[in-house]
């Protein structure tokens, strides 16, 4: 799949034809157990409205989305940058929202998609980015290889999608 993977930063232009298949997307991974803000079962109707709020945050320049897609055109995975921040903070941005399907795992989409959002950071000049994930989770993984800075964990800071309580764990990384 990663031959065939293409990572492109949607523009306001495409990003309503883009909120059906990322609801798609984000029901699988919180189907699959994925800790992203959501409860199980997950409607579709929630997932839309919230890539719906997106892609507002897309339209006014308030959040960079990348998406994977396949040979098909399929989005399998995203990932967003929080650019609305604090005044006091136009240096920086938060990885928001790391998602790839479960057909598409452990074939680089993940890894590409992290590539091309610090090329994003860059060009909208933040170099000090942040994320937090569940501690222990596949995703950490991921992060650690990419060069992220682990600063700490915080017990029972969110609920998986079953209800049971889980630990945040937080990293930021300074782009050069």
Same mark, same amino acid.
């Given at each position: !799949?990663?031959?065939?993977?293409?990572?492109?930063?949607?523009?306001?232009?495409?990003?309503? %034809?883009?909120?059906?298949?990322? %609801?798609?997307?984000?029901?699988?991974?919180?189907?699959?157990?994925?800790?992203?803000?959501? !409860?199980? +079962?997950?409607?579709?109707?929630?997932?839309?409205?919230?890539?719906?709020?997106? %892609?507002?945050?897309? &339209?006014?320049?308030?959040?960079?989305?990348?998406?994977?897609?396949?040979?098909?055109?399929?989005?399998?995975?995203?990932?967003?940058?929080?650019?609305?921040? +604090?005044?006091?903070?136009?240096?920086?941005?938060?990885?928001?929202? !790391?998602?790839?399907? &479960?057909?598409?795992?452990? &074939?680089?989409?993940?890894?590409?998609?992290?590539?091309?959002?610090?090329?994003?950071?860059?060009?909208?000049?933040?170099?000090?980015?942040?994320?937090?994930?569940?501690?222990?989770?596949?995703?950490?993984?991921?992060?650690?290889?990419?060069?992220?800075?682990?600063?700490?964990?915080?017990?029972?800071?969110?609920? !998986?999608?079953?209800?049971?309580?889980?630990?945040?764990?937080?990293?930021?990384?300074?782009?050069?």
């Amino acid at each position: !799949m990663s031959d065939t993977l293409i990572i492109r930063r949607v523009t306001p232009d495409d990003v309503d %034809a883009c909120v059906e298949p990322l %609801a798609d997307v984000l029901i699988d991974c919180v189907e699959g157990g994925a800790s992203v803000s959501f !409860m199980s +079962p997950l409607s579709r109707e929630t997932a839309l409205g919230f890539w719906r709020g997106v %892609a507002e945050g897309v &339209r006014h320049g308030e959040r960079a989305l990348l998406v994977a897609e396949d040979s098909a055109n399929s989005i399998v995975g995203t990932v967003q940058l929080v650019l609305a921040l +604090p005044e006091n903070q136009p240096h920086r941005a938060d990885v928001a929202k !790391m998602l790839v399907r &479960r057909d598409a795992r452990r &074939r680089g989409v993940a890894q590409r998609l992290m590539a091309e959002v610090d090329a994003v950071a860059r060009d909208e000049g933040r170099v000090v980015l942040v994320l937090d994930t569940v501690t222990g989770g596949e995703a950490e993984r991921l992060y650690q290889r990419a060069g992220w800075t682990r600063v700490g964990d915080v017990p029972g800071y969110a609920l !998986m999608p079953d209800g049971a309580l889980c630990s945040t764990t937080f990293y930021y990384r300074h782009l050069t």
